[in-house]
């Protein structure tokens, strides 16, 4: 904790034990998980603070590390699976945020089949119309649409542990988007049909080739 400006903290805002207790939920609690025993000198303080530092600090900075060993839950898993009231056939029509998952550098979006309480997730693979894209702030946008049928790579997995276990990374579908007098249209191609650039966890994005690789400046952005 920083001991600069201590007097204008207090008397701004008050005692610090309110500051101390109100961050992340009441801090304290995470201090008296690291105290089995305590002792009044500098020493023994700055053994906490080290032990905090180590377990909570470093823990919270690498959360959103997409190689982090960090245990997760079906709950709060890096993708969404689909409620059976969502039409596969219309969700690219829409122009809204999509998530997925990546499996041996495919893509898919997932689709819970009856709900609440059933395990099944069917995957069906994203395939891009390349040849009606283009590039926007080096990024590149091209319509997309899902893959059916028993030909068509699909994957039907036993639950969320089980997805996230043959998921290597996870994406995001982010529209294009323009702004027409302060309001917000989606761009479509000439099919009427959205736009969308793919932004991995991985911080990878998709080029015009078809690839997932890590985004590099074009000659035009380099030529401006």
Not at 144 to 170: M, P, V, W
Not at 183 to 199: A, D, H, Q
């Amino acid at each position: 904790m920083s001991l600069l400006n201590v007097k204008e903290a207090i008397d701004k805002y008050g005692s610090f034990r309110d500051l101390w207790e109100g961050d992340c939920e009441g801090y304290i609690q995470y201090v008296k998980g690291e105290m089995n025993i305590m002792r009044h000198n500098d020493k023994f303080l700055q053994t906490i603070l080290r032990k905090l530092l180590r377990s909570s600090y470093l823990n919270h900075l690498n959360e959103d590390n997409p190689f982090s060993e960090r245990k997760q839950y079906a709950r709060t898993l890096n993708f969404k699976v689909y409620s059976p009231s969502t039409n596969p056939n219309e969700i690219l029509d829409k122009g809204d945020i999509i998530c997925g998952v990546i499996i041996k550098e495919k893509m898919f979006l997932c689709f819970d089949t009856h709900g609440r309480g059933n395990t099944t997730i069917n995957l069906h693979p994203l395939k891009f119309k390349d040849s009606k894209g283009l590039w926007r702030y080096n990024l590149w946008y091209a319509p997309g649409e899902l893959s059916f049928g028993e030909n068509q790579h699909s994957i039907t997995c036993h639950g969320r542990d089980d997805l996230a276990k043959l998921s290597s990374d996870y994406f995001i579908l982010l529209p294009i988007i323009h702004l027409i007098n302060e309001g917000t249209n989606i761009e479509k191609n000439r099919s009427g049909y959205p736009m969308y650039t793919v932004l991995c966890r991985s911080w990878r994005v998709r080029d015009s080739e078809g690839r997932l690789a890590l985004p590099l400046p074009r000659d035009d952005i380099l030529n401006v």
